[in-house]
């Protein structure tokens, strides 16, 4: 191949993923995999109780079977701090009640541990838990959001006044009140977005191994943000210089946001490794990962929406209650605010909007972002709100939605909610596309009959934005967040030719290996395959602030970009040097650098990095090593968008929904691997349309978890999920080089009101207006019957 053959582009190609081989065929290495020499394991004595006093802890007969090594309360570990909390709602008054590493004196949920049992191996420390005495005095328990700020409603924490964690607002109120007092049309609507488990495949756990000579951990945990965990648990939690601990995530069984967060096992492994002078090990059954690790969503919402009989929007106003949990857990604060609040006009112009928030703790799991974090709420609201409008006008609800759209040329658009504009969308085309795959227009004719021969055919429309790659750091210090958002990559090219990529952010599922190693590929010139990435080790990978929110494109793939374009800028200058010629006459293209118009006489990337590694004949001033590291904060995040319309038939008999047809169009911008997008697409809307028809968290009044096992809480299996028809439009970013915008939630973010649009439109002949999540046949049986 000569210097100016150019070679097939490895961006926007369907790669199959490069990581599958390992994951799939057993190869992996999980938290579980790992055995340590010498290593004990612990089990946990956990409340059986929502609320209690913990009267006594005797650990006798525990510490008397042949295999136990010590057992552990809360009180022998107030040497250490609680976990930190690292974003508070903005500009209010917050009241963070976050957990310690063991309850003490008193417990707020059921499962919350009280005592840890450490022994040889995991069995011997569950039996040994069991036999762990504790006497509780109960205490009244709360777990609806709105009746735990009421008053009289039972007291969790002395340090939040009336269960409230904070009371948020954003827009403009007088604004809104007034376009709902003088509006032609207003609906109201009370709106459930009920509370969800994430359930990843694998479930949560720390190891922790301390080296007394040194004073410095290892923990290796289940984590998408490795070195924010060991900021948190060494400068807020131990007390301790951050150098002093190494936090490694190993291959991460999905996430969902669900491991987002600092834990108490982290804690509470490494205090004990510390202690026994040992490593320790913790792993989640799946009844405690239900129990105790972060759920998501849980809002109670009164919305109104005014608007003209002509079909536009006039006004907004939502009041919101948002269940924290019984523990203020990492990031809880930033999720019904700022990715909540900001966000909730969605695609539509509405000229006055307002929103408040009350946070509250109850007695049961701590909530926190969970896929999509904020946005599937807010889409979900604006989408219901939309179409109870269209039905309330009788206009067909993609005729509103055209009316109202944010326009091509209103980019970039500032919502007035606080938000930084949006930066690019064309939410029409999308919403045209989906339409046109539907055969809309067709499939509205065919309801009309079929609902003369009993047939009860519905289509929902949901056409949503999100915020992506969420920054620039300055912006979000304004929005309570502790810390930066920026994000960081080194790409250091070997003698060989052989490219090391190490990066802070890190994969649990995306298929971040692949997309990576295409972009570097591509920019350097080099063989796909000569390319690694390595991350998930805070000594080996520069400091990131981790994978979740759809950021490690738009932020950490940046980052990858802007290294690989110093490498490039200095073997221009190394090539000039070594061929004589002015930099300026250089040109680098597949990997080679040579001399404009003498394509034939050019060295190559690998020619150049063993130049650069020998330092034989360097231009002055040159240090050697191709080797550059970047930090990425972007001037603004990125808003992927699209439009989803599913379709499905209602049996009035039984309540029970056919899910006939879902299709999606969306616009994540530029496409590295169009085959990774699909999937991350397809994964987001079966955990969206999970939760319209399936999926909730149910507590009964005592705060015990009805739905604590996988026997109860419906995930759905292959079988429910029917085939997901994708299409894409692509408005590329302008906030970034690569164009890119993010793909992993926008499944989620668009389903849920898509297929709960389509049943409520199926049920527009029964006089239903408005159904909760998740739409059981029961549910719609009632809904029906209650109608007549």
């Known amino acids: 191949m000569t210097a100016t053959e150019m070679k097939e582009r490895l961006i926007g190609r369907a790669l199959k993923r490069r990581e599958d081989p390992k994951l799939i065929t057993g190869h992996g290495n999980y938290l579980d995999d790992i055995k340590l020499p010498g290593m004990l394991h612990i089990a946990l004595v956990r409340s059986p109780y929502a609320h209690a006093k913990i009267v006594s802890i005797d650990a006798s007969k525990a510490l008397a079977m042949p295999g136990v090594v010590a057992v552990f309360t809360g009180k022998d570990m107030l040497d250490i701090n609680p976990m930190p909390a690292a974003w508070q709602a903005a500009g209010v008054k917050n009241y963070p009640v976050p957990p310690r590493a063991l309850a003490v004196d008193k417990v707020a949920l059921v499962g919350d541990p009280v005592a840890m049992v450490v022994a040889e191996d995991r069995y011997i420390a569950r039996d040994a838990a069991d036999a762990v005495e504790v006497e509780y005095e109960p205490l009244p328990a709360v777990v609806d959001a709105r009746k735990a700020v009421e008053p009289g409603a039972p007291q969790i924490h002395e340090a939040a006044p009336n269960n409230i964690v904070f009371e948020w607002e954003c827009g403009n109120k007088a604004a809104a009140d007034a376009a709902i007092a003088s509006a032609e049309v207003v609906v109201k609507e009370e709106i459930i977005n009920q509370r969800l488990i994430p359930t990843p495949m694998e479930t949560r756990g720390s190891i922790a191994r301390y080296d007394a000579t040194t004073g410095e951990w290892t923990v290796w945990m289940t984590s998408q943000a490795p070195h924010v965990h060991r900021l948190l648990l060494t400068a807020f939690v131990f007390g301790v210089p951050e150098t002093k601990l190494r936090c490694i995530a190993p291959n991460v069984g999905g996430g969902f946001g669900q491991k987002i967060f600092c834990y108490n096992d982290m804690a509470f492994t490494m205090w004990a490794a510390r202690k026994l002078g040992r490593p ?430 996988l026997m109860d809480y419906a995930v759905p299996t292959a079988a429910m999920v029917p085939h997901i028809e994708t299409d894409h439009t692509v408005t590329p970013s302008p906030v970034n080089p690569l164009g890119v915008k993010g793909a992993g939630e926008a499944g989620t973010i668009a389903s849920a009101q898509c297929v709960m649009n389509a049943i409520i439109d199926a049920l527009a002949p029964f006089g239903v207006k408005h159904l909760q999540m998740p739409a059981t046949p029961e549910r719609i049986w009632k809904a029906i019957h209650g109608s007549k």
């Open 280 to 709: 320790v090990k913790f792993v989640e059954d799946r009844s405690e990962n239900y129990k105790y690790s972060t759920h998501g969503r849980d809002h109670i919402t009164e919305a109104e929406l005014a608007g003209t009989r002509d079909g536009k929007i006039t006004g907004l106003r939502v009041k919101t209650w948002a269940n924290i949990g019984a523990y203020f857990s990492t990031v809880a604060a930033g999720i019904p605010t700022t990715l909540y609040g900001r966000i909730i006009t969605g695609v539509y112009k509405i000229p006055a909007a307002y929103v408040h928030v009350t946070g509250a703790y109850t007695n049961t799991a701590m909530v926190d972002a969970y896929r999509g974090a904020g946005r599937p709420e807010a889409s979900y609201l604006i989408e219901r709100m939309v179409d109870r409008f269209a039905a309330e006008i009788g206009m067909d609800p993609a005729e509103v939605r055209r009316k109202n759209f944010i326009q091509p040329e209103d980019f970039p658009y500032d919502n007035g909610l606080g938000l930084l504009p949006y930066d690019s969308g064309n939410y029409e085309l999308a919403l045209n596309k989906a339409l046109e795959i539907a055969g809309y227009a067709e499939f509205r004719k065919q309801q009309a009959e079929l609902r003369k021969q009993g047939r009860y055919l519905g289509i929902g429309i949901s056409s949503y934005v999100e915020i992506c790659g969420i920054a620039p750091s300055a912006w979000m210090g304004g929005q309570g967040w502790g810390a930066g958002l920026w994000e960081s990559a080194n790409v250091r090219v070997h003698l060989t030719g052989k490219v090391v990529v190490t990066t802070g952010s890190l994969p649990h599922g995306q298929g971040l290996e692949t997309t990576f190693a295409q972009i570097v590929a591509d920019e350097l010139g080099v063989p796909y395959e000569d390319v690694e990435i390595q991350w998930g080790d805070t000594q080996g990978t520069p400091f990131g602030y981790g994978t979740y929110g759809s950021r490690s494109l738009a932020v950490g793939g940046v980052a990858i970009k802007r290294s690989v374009d110093k490498i490039k800028e200095k073997a221009r200058k190394l090539a000039a040097h070594l061929l004589e010629a002015n930099e300026a006459d250089i040109v680098f293209e597949n990997g080679r650098a040579y001399v404009k118009g003498s394509p034939d006489k050019a060295k190559t990337i690998g020619e150049l990095a063993a130049a650069a590694a020998v330092a034989y004949n360097l231009p002055p001033g040159m240090e050697p090593f191709l080797d550059e590291t970047s930090y990425y904060d972007p001037p603004n995040c990125t808003f992927p968008f699209g439009t989803h319309v599913s379709i499905v038939e209602v049996d009035p008999e039984t309540g029970h929904v056919k899910l006939l047809r879902y299709i999606a169009v969306d616009d994540c911008g530029n496409q590295i691997n169009p085959m990774i997008v699909e999937g991350q697409i397809h994964g987001g809307i079966a955990q969206g349309l999970a939760q319209a028809l399936y999926e909730s968290a149910v507590y009964n009044e005592d705060g015990q978890l009805l739905t604590g096992t």
